[in-house]
């Protein structure tokens, strides 16, 4: 075997879902900088092609699109055999897709609360069915899914996501302990709470205004570095956010205390001063020209 095979070999494999925007764009492009070789997924296929050039700039080994729905299981299965087909092997997976609405259950139309709902639980089941027989045949792989803050406490006009993502983390927990057998392969959670990317002025909204991330807001590369650590370093949950622990011990603490309190903070920290006529958003389908790597909010 030459060095440059050598080489190759321990180079990752690595597809993202979500590549197009947010977190996972900031998270493919730091595996690009590892040098991996990498298959991006999402559903607009010109912002895909933005975020490979960013990739190949960084320093990744080679780079192809697969624009694909989550909610399509053949589609999320194509791309997991194209990249086992280039490469032979598929070493991490970064599940990030995901889309949000705002509005109270009374008011959200019926469809955008299924389509954020379904996104995140059945977009999910859809990478687990296409990825883990994959790593159940090379007997090793890390697939790291990106959850939220809110997979663990609620707040008013959030309920589509809040369900989603509480749904999300429960299927995450359920194949984890369907993995035991398995120990070389890894399905890690990581949770961040307000970033700085752009789907909050993305999502579907029949408040009148569109959201904000709430403080402490982190940056999509200060995330993407917990996602990126998880391949090292495997965990069932890892919160990126200093105040998501105590927000969680507040919600499940002090409950009338965290009830009375979330509704009010969210008006004034978690939504934008702005006027938007109800929307749905990207919810449907992709607004290429609001996908990015950051949002308009000073992250840290």
């Not at 690009?32 to 912002?47: F, M, N, T, Y």
């Not at 070493?91 to 995140?120: C, K, N, W």
Request: aromatic share 6%.
């Amino acid at each position: 075997m030459t060095a440059e095979e050598t080489a190759d070999r321990t180079r990752e494999v690595v597809l993202v879902t979500g590549a197009s925007s947010g977190i996972g764009r900031a998270s493919a492009v730091q595996f690009a900088e590892r040098g991996a070789a990498l298959v991006l997924v999402a559903r607009s296929g010109e912002s895909l092609e933005q975020a490979a050039a960013e990739c190949r700039a960084a320093g990744a080994r080679e780079v192809q699109v697969c624009p694909a729905d989550v909610l399509d299981g053949a589609a999320v299965q194509a791309a997991v055999d194209r990249a086992v087909t280039s490469h032979g092997r598929l070493d991490v997976v970064v599940h990030s897709a995901t889309v949000m609405a705002y509005g109270s259950i009374e008011d959200l139309q019926p469809e955008v609360f299924e389509r954020v709902v379904d996104t995140a639980i059945k977009g999910t089941f859809h990478v687990f069915r296409a990825v883990l027989p994959q790593f159940r045949a090379q007997q090793r792989g890390s697939l790291v899914v990106v959850s939220s803050l809110l997979a663990s406490v609620t707040t008013p006009t959030m309920g589509a996501y809040n369900t989603g993502k509480w749904g999300q983390l429960g299927l995450i927990r359920t194949v984890q302990q369907e993995l035991r057998d398995l120990p070389d392969v890894h399905v890690s959670a990581v949770a961040p709470g307000g970033t700085s990317t752009p789907i909050y002025r993305q999502a579907a909204t029949v408040l009148g205004n569109t959201g904000h991330p709430p403080p402490p807001v982190y940056t999509p590369e200060r995330v993407a570095r917990a996602v990126v650590a998880r391949v090292a370093d495997p965990r069932r949950l890892k919160q990126s956010g200093f105040a998501n622990p105590l927000i969680i011990a507040g919600f499940r603490l002090l409950p009338p205390v965290y009830d009375a309190l979330v509704g009010p903070l969210l008006k004034v920290f978690g939504y934008a001063r702005d006027s938007v006529p109800p929307t749905t958003g990207n919810v449907f389908a992709p607004v290429p020209e609001k996908e990015a790597t950051r949002g308009p909010f000073v992250g840290i």
